[in-house]
């Protein structure tokens, strides 16, 4: 059997790994945004869990499931775009707060590398938008069970991942 043949007949696989981790964030409520390092940007949905750095400091609480965009990405309301990776702190700080207590209504891949596309209650749409070479910059966090578990993508690849020494 030919590499291509094996992949296309892993695609129907591969799209129900997604379709069910993409699926548990629909209905979720953002409970909590912030800012990583650089651009880094990180939604928590559904009950948040405290955080505590190793010298007691608290620090951004966690959530059921989480969403990383690392890089490149924009936030478009309408035919609008509202901020990006690009934008100013101080105005992105506030959209991404703005945000919070909203809904996903829908969440999937898109183009033929896969870009997360986030569709909010509030008429957001989160865009991961890859600027430079390989692959798009997203994770999608699932800490709902005791070994958290991510979807990402790796070397063209969607796969999914769990973490079997530590949370993130």
């Not at 696989?13 to 880094?40: E, K, P, Q």
């Not at 499931?65 to 101080?90: F, K, Q």
């Not at 910059?137 to 973490?163: H, M, N, S, Y």
Request: hydrophobic share 35%.
């Amino acid at each position: 059997m030919s590499r291509k043949q094996s992949a296309e007949q892993n695609r129907p696989m591969a799209s129900n790994i997604v379709d069910n981790f993409c699926s548990a964030f629909v209905g979720m409520t953002l409970a909590h945004t912030w800012r990583g390092y650089g651009s880094a940007i990180f939604f928590e949905f559904g009950r948040l869990t405290p955080q505590q750095r190793r010298d007691g400091s608290l620090e951004d609480p966690k959530g059921e499931l989480g969403i990383m965009i690392e890089w490149d990405w924009r936030i478009e309301r309408g035919a609008t775009i509202v901020c990006g990776s690009s934008s100013e702190d101080i105005h992105c700080e506030s959209t991404l707060i703005g945000l919070r207590g909203t809904s996903v209504v829908r969440i999937e891949l898109v183009g033929r590398r896969p870009e997360l596309s986030l569709d909010l209650s509030n008429g957001h749409r989160i865009l991961s938008l890859r600027m430079a070479e390989g692959d798009p910059k997203w994770v999608l966090f699932d800490q709902r069970e005791a070994t958290p578990k991510w979807l990402c993508v790796r070397d063209g690849e969607i796969v999914v991942e769990a973490d079997t020494q530590r949370q993130r």
